[in-house]
Nanobody, 122 residues
């Protein structure tokens, strides 16, 4: 079982940037980021495959967010630029199985971090 710990959330003004990090223990394959705003379902943000060369983004963040991973350190990061108030949510790191690929459904992932709050003020 993989254990995931996120960090890097906080409060930022619209147009600002934040970088989230997720440290994993255990072997990982595809790694994803999801977010959940109050009263809404958890939604896909981005995923990176184990090689780091294949990524997929939600349309709402494409061009603003960048996912990357450092396999030597077993970490995955999410660089968020040009943040908008609608990006406000709890952000979760997630670990997929060897067959998850570029999965964008919650069911594609079997391990989750505790979440980190991102708040974007207008």
């Amino acid at each position: 079982q993989v254990h995931l710990v996120e960090s890097g959330g906080g409060l930022v003004q619209a147009g600002g940037s934040l970088r989230l990090s997720c440290a994993a223990s255990g072997r990982t394959f595809s790694m994803g980021w999801f977010r959940q705003a109050p009263g809404k379902e958890r939604e896909f943000v981005a995923v990176v495959r184990n090689t780091g060369s294949n990524t997929l983004y939600a349309d709402s963040v494409k061009g603003r967010f960048t996912i990357s991973r450092d396999n030597a350190k077993n970490t995955v990061s999410l660089r968020m630029n040009s943040l908008k108030p609608e990006d406000t949510a709890v952000y979760y790191c997630a670990a997929g199985s060897q067959t998850s690929g570029l999965g964008y459904s919650v069911s594609d992932y079997y391990a989750w971090g505790q979440g980190t709050q991102v708040t974007v003020s207008s």
